[in-house]
């Protein structure tokens, strides 16, 4: 957020002399206390200063990057995952080629056959089973996908910055959304790169 003229000129002031009134505040800037009340609604509401009755105002301290992830932490996954496109460990790389194209999507998660999260499936990961000569429909997927437990997923709880920051660790451009079960982890969702931009642009967009 940018600061006007005014508002960096209040910051100072409050930072100086707080916890200070508006009506010293505004006597210090030489302005009325009308004039001033909108800065002071701005700043105490983007959280550069808090304002308590019979105290005034006082410089919050924090920075701007805590707030923006404070505020962040607020979106959650649950809000924005994508429906989870899933494969069995018996189908064939074949199948599941088709599956992704089909889907229009660049990960499958894969289920074992009590429909539990068993691995995951990139582009790069069929295209390099593809390179062989060996015959598709014959290669299940099971045996070239990153299996459990080497998956880094995610709940519907989790925040949307927190996905994001777990895709940038990892490397990885989605991550599974799960619920445990008793035996092992449910897939209910899918969150990927494409999911946190939209996220990202539609908050600035609406705030
Ligand atoms: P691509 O391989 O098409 O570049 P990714 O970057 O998502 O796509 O995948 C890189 C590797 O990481 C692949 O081998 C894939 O199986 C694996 N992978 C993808 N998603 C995850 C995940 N959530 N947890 C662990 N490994 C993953």
Request: net charge neutral; proline share 3%.
């Amino acid at each position: 957020m940018e600061l006007s003229n005014r508002q960096e000129h209040i910051l100072n002031i409050v930072k100086e002399k707080g916890p200070i009134s508006g009506e010293q505040i505004a006597t210090s800037l030489n302005l009325s206390r009308a004039t001033l009340r909108p800065d002071l609604s701005i700043l105490t509401m983007a959280g550069f200063l808090e304002a308590k009755p019979k105290v005034g105002y006082f410089y919050t301290r924090k920075k701007q990057s805590d707030l923006l992830e404070e505020s962040l932490n607020r979106f959650l996954v649950r809000d924005y995952q994508s429906q989870p496109i899933v494969v069995r460990e018996n189908e064939s790389v074949y199948d599941a080629i088709g599956k992704m194209f089909l889907e229009d999507i660049g990960t499958l998660f894969v289920e074992d056959e009590k429909g539990h999260l068993a691995g995951v499936l990139s582009r790069k990961d069929l295209l390099r089973a593809s390179i062989g000569s060996q015959d598709l429909n014959t290669i299940p997927v099971h045996i070239i996908m990153t299996r459990m437990p080497n998956l880094t997923v995610c709940t519907p709880e989790s925040s949307i910055l927190s996905a994001a920051q777990m895709m940038m660790e990892k490397q990885v451009d989605g991550l599974a959304v799960v619920e445990k079960r008793e035996n092992g982890l449910k897939v209910i969702g899918r969150i990927t790169k494409t999911n946190v931009i939209k996220a990202f642009v539609g908050i600035v967009k609406e705030e």
